[in-house]
């Protein structure tokens, strides 16, 4: 018995003590990976913010931009004109779901549209792999995969551009939604739909502009996610990455997905390499939800989601 | 003209509540159970038996359970295909550690399993609701999924990680494993589902039923006239455990015969959610109908290039599928959010009026 506790709550920490620059390492390690869920968990909030809709098919969407930007790619565009012929595609895709899914299940409760959008998810998968082909491709954006060091700390240089990307998106996003004027009315309808509605601001442009946001941001996810490890449709699958993200850090909460990557990509590795082979490996595909759970025992709404206030 | 109540007076308070209070429909649901019993095992062939209708009866066991947890209890879960493996699981254990047991008391056990997995796993609901609790219950299916494929003990130490159903009889006729035939495994299904139906029907329409939907519909003020959140919610798991945990052992060892953890996966919740959402939730006859549909759709489309005389290769067809599948969905729930059970209750106010509509 005292052996396990032993195992359990001394041995990991006499490790981390005894190889600093190891942990270090892991440390970044698990910082670059939150960045890369934050990435997708953004996605997420911002349609949830601004539509009440837990959008299930954002990691389709994260799937279908990086298709489209490699099968533009592949057939020979240049990549500016690949990169903003995607952007075009992820408006007409948020057009589309406007038009033909949200519009008609207004007003119908959460769960339908959550629905919805496994449906969606499903409809897009399908549609991705059949314009663009199955196999997997390999998304080639100039930066080389290879590690340089700092101080005996091994730093990867397409880890570090993606945490840089994920840093200027989420100042641009702020910035948008702070100062110009669509920003301002994109909070408006978060805060309060009938409110907005009643002084004027369109709800049905806001959807497709918040949607047309979370295509681009998915772009952005793409591009990073599909440079790492090459676009396939596993790809899709860092959806249920970002939901124990999106969880921590609530669902209405920018810095909440932010924050709540980095707690979750940083207690992931550190979990994974310390207490992992004590119960056989391969945890990752639960500890991250473990994880969410302990905190939302604590916290109900996440840590920076709206306090839920309880009325009769 | 033939559906009609006119004549039939309710005298007493037990006929006012009866499950079906129009004799036709009692009838026509007497006659549709006993035809499913008898017709199926003499007309049909391995191959609808096996590819069909027992699939369709082992989903709609486990969608009955969700509903009742979801669609009743308003709690949603995407944790089913860990409670279902679950049942799979200690049934296998239990019926290779004890072979005499009866098979049907090993069904029943491992529902009993999955329901105090289910309970321990509901207690997070205490505290949190809506879309967390959704995520939170990705938890248990991811891992218990992990536990079963890292613990050899469950699979006996197999080395392919994979669970075999044994050879078991009832009354003499063996109902599962390899050398059982599908009419007895068939029966078989069909009587667990049709039990459990009756059971799920007169528990929604009691004193449990009425306080899950007073939680459902709003939690603090079900509190407040003295409903007990803390029983009420995970009873509601509980039960709706035990169900998808006899659905598990079912699927194992009725349908597949040998399974890994493969067969519970995410999907597998997502399906059975969509069976419950598509049927119509807060509806035991939506899970059925929704059952059948999600069960036919891909069989359906899978035949359908082939009758038209398209030829298109598998991949393609696969997209297309998939394509289909989710278009369909979307369409439906767009036309009729409240599901298909609606649609059955509309058609039948249209009967009861037909051919004289004013």
Known sequence: ?312 | MIYREAGQFKTSYASDQAVFPIVQDRVFVLAAVVAAFVVPPLIAGDYWLQAILIPFLIYALAAIGLNLLTGYAGQLSLGTGGFMAVGAYSAFKLTTAFPQLSIIAVFLLSGLAAAAIGLLFGIPSLRIKGFYLAVATLAAQFFLIWLFNKVAWFTNYASSGTITAPDRTVLGVTVTGPNAPAAARYVMALAFVAVFALVAKNLVRGRIGRSWMAIRDRDIAAEIIGVRPLRTKLLAFGISSFYCGVAGAELVFLYLGSAETLAFDINQSFLVLFMVIIGGLGSILGSWLGAAFIILLPIFLTRLPHSLGLTMSVALQKQIELMIFGGLILFFLIVEPHGLARLWQIGKEKLRLWPFPH
């Open chain 1, 1 to 312: 018995m005292s052996d396990l506790l032993y195992m359990v709550l001394v041995a990991p920490f006499k490790d981390m003590a005894g190889a600093p620059a190891f942990l270090v390492e892991v440390l970044i390690g698990g910082v670059f990976a939150g960045l890369m869920y934050s990435l997708v968990a953004l996605g997420f909030v911002l349609i949830y913010k601004a539509s009440g809709v837990f959008n299930f098919a954002q990691g389709v969407m994260v799937l279908f931009a990086a298709l489209t930007l490699v099968g533009l790619l592949e057939r020979g565009a240049p990549v500016v004109v690949a990169l903003a012929l995607t952007v075009a595609v992820m408006v007409g895709l948020a057009y589309a779901i406007e038009r033909v899914v949200l519009r008609p299940l207004v007003n119908q409760p959460q769960i339908i549209l959550f629905m919805a959008t496994i449906g969606l998810n499903f409809f897009l998968e399908g549609f991705g792999e059949m314009a663009w082909g199955a196999n997997v491709k390999k998304l080639d954006i100039g930066i080389p995969d290879r590690s340089f060091i700092v101080r005996g700390v091994q730093i990867n240089e397409l880890e570090l551009t993606a945490a840089v990307t994920a840093a200027v998106l989420v100042t641009l996003l702020a910035l948008f939604f702070q100062t110009t004027r669509i920003g301002r009315a994109l909070r408006a309808v978060a805060d309060d739909h009938e409110a907005a509605l009643s002084i004027g601001i369109p709800l049905k442009t806001i959807w497709v502009v918040v949607w047309s946001v979370a295509g681009v941001v998915a772009i952005v996810a793409g591009l990073m996610w599909g440079a790492k490890s090459g676009v396939q449709f596993s790809l899709s699958l860092i959806a249920l990455k970002a939901l124990p993200v999106l969880i921590l850090g609530g669902f209405e909460s920018v810095p909440g997905a932010i924050v709540g990557g980095l707690i979750i990509g940083v207690g992931e590795k550190l979990g994974e390499v310390y207490w992992g082979p004590l119960v056989g490996g391969a945890i990752e595909n639960w500890f991250a939800y473990v994880l969410a759970l302990a905190f939302l025992l604590v916290r109900p709404q996440g840590l920076f989601g709206e306090k839920i206030i309880e009325r009769v």
